[in-house]
């Protein structure tokens, strides 16, 4: 994996934690299965025949499919995308059969019954799509992926600035036309108490 020029501990400076997108498992409308109990029932009667996309390896989605298979103990192969469009548009045609996304990127096409999303990849429903049980719910255990988003400014921006902002954000994720808007991609906003500076450091240590 390549390096970066930059150390996101202490070249930037937090502000607060935004939102979080859980992950969601879909399956192409023409692969035949029900439910995620189901395909694993399939997964494991034909090993590696699945074949599960990624948007590109080392991502969210990739870590997810990773998982998924030591959690199931269902063999499948990898199909690595250059991007999550065009991963989404080949689950969407049935040239593939899965894919791990981020919920804010299914939603749409699940809305459009293009794509089926089974399962959400953590411990809860999602509000978006509340008929999709979480993985749990299949007796799928171990599996909590998500995707956090944080505010930063640059480096050095004055405390002063920096409390005027994570209070603006503060009032953002509690505001309910921001949180509705939110919900409606499948994406949760934090409670306010996250929304600051301290609470992105931490949660930034804790993810590295």
């Known amino acids: 994996?390549?390096?970066?020029?930059?150390?996101?501990?202490?070249?930037?400076?937090?502000?607060?934690?935004?939102?979080?997108?859980?992950?969601?498992?879909?399956?192409?409308?023409?692969?035949g299965v029900q439910d995620l109990k189901s395909l694993i029932a399939a997964g494991r009667a034909r090993p590696h025949a699945l074949n599960f996309a990624v948007g590109s390896i080392g991502s969210a989605g990739h870590l997810c499919t990773v998982k998924l298979e030591q959690a199931t103990g269902m063999p499948i192969a990898i199909v690595p995308y250059k991007g999550t469009g065009p991963a989404l548009n080949d689950l969407a045609g049935g040239q593939v059969d899965l894919l791990c996304d981020q919920t804010s990127g299914t939603v749409p096409l699940v809305k459009a019954n293009r794509i089926r999303a089974i399962a959400a990849a953590g411990p809860q429903r999602i509000p978006s799509l509340p008929d999709m049980p979480a993985i749990a719910e299949a007796g799928v255990s171990g599996m909590?992926?998500?995707?956090?988003?944080?505010?930063?400014?640059?480096?050095?921006?004055?405390?002063?600035?920096?409390?005027?902002?994570?209070?603006?954000?503060?009032?953002?994720?509690?505001?309910?036309?921001?949180?509705?808007?939110?919900?409606?991609?499948?994406?949760?906003?934090?409670?306010?108490?996250?929304?600051?500076?301290?609470?992105?450091?931490?949660h930034l240590r804790k993810e590295i």
Do not use: H, W
């Not at 994996?1 to 023409?30: H, Q």
């Open 144 to 202: 909590d992926i998500n995707i956090s988003f944080g505010m930063y400014a640059p480096k050095g921006t004055p405390k002063a600035e920096i409390d005027l902002l994570s209070k603006a954000l503060q009032a953002a994720v509690t505001d309910p036309e921001v949180k509705g808007k939110l919900d409606g991609m499948g994406v949760t906003a934090v409670p306010p108490e996250l929304a600051k500076p301290e609470a992105l450091r931490t």
């Open 1 to 31: 994996m390549r390096s970066v020029p930059y150390k996101v501990e202490t070249d930037f400076a937090p502000i607060g934690l935004v939102a979080s997108a859980p992950l969601s498992i879909a399956i192409s409308n023409k692969l």
